[in-house]
């Protein structure tokens, strides 16, 4: 009994000393541009509004009224006037939205969808689907105005869906001739991946659209119109537009902007334009943290690719150090080591990890393996001590898998005279436990 407690202790500290598991950590990629600034308290006031002017909302042409619903859905109020508006709004698409969505508007059946799933309902709503003439467009959908196919890329991002090849070849050919087009095409493409030469032409088109942009400036917004000065509309489209570049100039155009359509709000919560309730409703998203629709509610745009593109496949390395188990000494015949007396197996387990994961996550990833890993290691001491291990590692490696400290302390030499001997000698077991190095 003494002989099995004394073991066990040797055993914890063997097991503490001995099984050290690292994990290089690979610093996060940023996630997207920082959020602006929420102006939430003149987003509710303009949400009061747009609940006491319901009546008029919901007899306007369709696109205002899912300007309503994005705008009430970004807004974030679930009260009961906002509720009830929201309802309206939605009852409204059930009845005008197939004429609203055609062959030959697409674009319409792309705010629908767009619209919708931001509400969180499917895009197949009311008997129709919305979504139908979005994914199969047709040869005659990618000609449509510039803005309608800016709001199909939208639709297509929010469903995950790729980006068919003659879709993007029509949004990086066209001409923009209003900013409100150019700000929502900053937005559709800022969720594209593609190769490397269509990578280019995004690049090309964005350098262009921010030129564009930069031309139809006033003051801290922007005007639809080279003689006109800024609006509410424009501005809200366009500051969206330039949040999603991100780069620091950018996201401060974006933030002058919010700050200049918040300061423009009347004492009864609306937006000056020639239509004050529009206005409103496109206020609000950019209020809430320059929201678009991109973002907005449920279901938000995702990176999607061009059609046919497929990503490059992401590498990890993987380096094994330490002693005799992770070399995997014992699984092999004794002539089937390497001569180099390491004892070394492809059988160790972080071959056999390796193998695992590249079978079951290998559609996109290879692992690779290093194992430096030597029978009989110690930590500091002797010619393939795991410290001059590790310093011979690959500077680039992800993840280091390490089993390290039995050695040192004598773990062979307690396994013999307390486990492999015919008839147990106590004393013997108990000499070796006491002879091993003992951890503070």
């Known amino acids: 009994m003494a002989v099995m407690m004394t073991c066990k202790r040797v055993l914890g500290s063997l097991v503490a000393a001995a099984v050290v598991t690292a994990t290089v950590t690979v610093a996060a990629q940023a996630a997207g541009p920082k959020p602006a600034s929420d102006y939430a308290g003149q987003a509710s006031k303009a949400v009061d509004y747009v609940n006491a002017h319901r009546a008029e909302v919901a007899t306007g042409g369709l696109g205002p009224q899912l300007d309503g619903v994005l705008a009430l859905v970004a807004s974030g109020r679930k009260d009961n006037a906002t509720m009830t508006t929201l309802g309206t709004l939605k009852a409204n698409i059930k009845t005008q939205g197939p004429a609203y969505c055609t062959p030959h508007t697409v674009g319409g059946c792309a705010k629908v969808t767009i619209t919708l799933l931001a509400a969180g309902e499917s895009p197949t709503y009311g008997g129709v689907d919305y979504a139908a003439p979005v994914t199969s467009l047709s040869a005659a959908a990618v000609h449509e105005h510039p803005y309608n196919l800016a709001l199909d890329m939208i639709a297509l991002e929010r469903l995950g869906k790729p980006i068919p090849n003659a879709l993007f070849t029509a949004v990086t050919t066209s001409d923009w001739e209003d900013p409100d087009t150019a ?184 692992f690779q393996t290093d194992v430096r890993a030597w029978s009989g290691a110690q930590i500091t001491t002797g010619d393939h001590s795991i410290v001059s291990q590790a310093d011979g590692m690959d500077p680039h490696t992800h993840v280091v898998l390490m089993t390290a400290g039995g050695n040192d302390l004598d773990f062979i030499g307690v396994v013999e005279k307390c486990f492999l001997v015919k008839i147990w000698a106590m004393a013997s077991c108990g000499d070796a436990v006491d002879a091993s190095p003992q951890e503070d």
């Open 183 to 366: 700000g929502l095409m900053l937005v559709a493409l800022s969720h594209v991946v593609a190769t490397t030469a269509q990578q280019k032409t995004i690049t090309t088109v964005v350098t262009k659209l921010q030129g564009f942009l930069d031309t139809a400036r006033r003051g801290q917004g922007w005007s639809d119109w080279p003689h006109d000065q800024a609006n509410v509309s424009t501005t809200s489209l366009v500051a969206a537009g330039l949040h999603r570049l991100g780069d620091p100039s950018h996201l401060k155009q974006a933030t002058l902007a919010q700050n200049w359509l918040a300061s423009l709000q009347r004492s009864d919560g609306a937006f000056p334009w020639w239509d004050p309730t529009w206005a409103t409703l496109k206020v609000i998203p950019v209020l809430r943290g320059v929201q678009s629709l991109d973002t907005i509610g449920a279901h938000r745009a995702r990176t999607v690719p061009v059609e046919g593109w497929v990503p490059p496949r992401r590498l990890v390395k993987m380096t094994v150090l330490g002693d005799s188990y992770s070399a995997g000494n014992g699984t092999l015949r004794d002539y089937e080591y390497p001569t180099d007396h390491s004892y070394r197996s492809p059988k160790n387990y972080g071959s056999v990890l390796t193998r695992r994961l590249n079978r079951e996550f290998g559609v996109d990833t290879t």
